[in-house]
């Protein structure tokens, strides 16, 4: 190997739990391996696997070499320190020596262990967090991994519209709860039935919110109990694809039965800022930008906003509390933001746009889409319907 080693990237991690391995490998394993890549006339990426995983790494990794951990020494290495987590990282450190990239800088994500860390660092090695390298390796989606977000979105409508034909086929209880099937539905019987047919589509899903009334006040609010006509039920439904590991992510709001003026009012708000976030949304546009101009619509309306009421040191609990969206691939929040941040989007980007109003007294509207940024504008992935009344 060319000795003019210009950056080294390494990440220790088990790529099924480890978006930066698998991005670096293209190699799902459930225990840690070592991905290296390295840069300058000689670039080139490479695995260090378990023999358990050799065999299939040599067929399915993207890297250019692969080693096993017997190669690197791994096992005399726990022996002799006394630490599985240890020894990997000193195996790093030979194999980087091998590749003539040990006096390099190494840039790792921040995830990476302490105890990870340290033993390189106790080797020599000059080791650099670095979240803003590793962010922008992912920042750009290829087409290959839009069409994977995008059969992850095909999933997620597919469960909604599951979702919404068991709204509409509900009945009303005398105090307006609703019914399915002669039972009372409730936030876990829906989530369970979002779940299961997101299994279906080969899609699992942790944290789907089924959240209604004043529960529907709290954006991270999951859901529990009885829903009752009237009353705002949001789901925000964000599974990951089995196969591919691709996320995507959409909320819609829903009222079974007649809404009252305030809802319904805060629902047109909410839908006016987001279409106005989807025309701003294009390559070069900052994010801080579009953020404040959602903020300023949402304000305009008469409700309370971070950017307009927020006090110091006080949380704000009603009104927008939250920014406009997030970046979405390997995983469910990553870089960009559509926040207060200065963040320029770029061509590739994958955002959601999620503006949304809560109210303690009243419950919650969200509406969330996912999108490509493009060149002169954006690409929108979410095909379902925005329709408050089902």
Known sequence: MDSKVEQTLLVIGAP?????AYHLSGFLAPDPVICVRVSGPDAKS????????YGRAKKQARADAIFSFEELGVLSLAKELKSGGRALAAATAVLLERLGAASSPVAVPPSLGVLYADELRAR???VIPDAGLFASLRRAKTEEEISYIEKTQRAVEAACAHAVEILKGSGMAEDGTLLHEGEILTSELLRSEIEFELLRHGCTAEGTITAGGPQAADPHQRGHGPFKAGESIILDIFPVDKTSRYYADMTRTFVKGESSPELQKMYDTVLESQETALRMIRAGVNGCDINEKVSEVLHQAGYKTLQHDQKPGK????????????GVGLEIHEPPRISSADEELISGDVVTVEPGLYDPKIGGVRIEDLVVVTEGGCHNLTNFPKKLRV
């Open 46 to 53: 490479y695995l260090a696997v378990s023999s358990m995983e």
């Open 315 to 326: 949380p704000l609990q009603e009104g927008f509390i939250h920014t406009t969206g997030h």
């Open 16 to 20: 099924e739990h480890d978006a930066a």
């Open 124 to 126: 020599g090695l000059k």
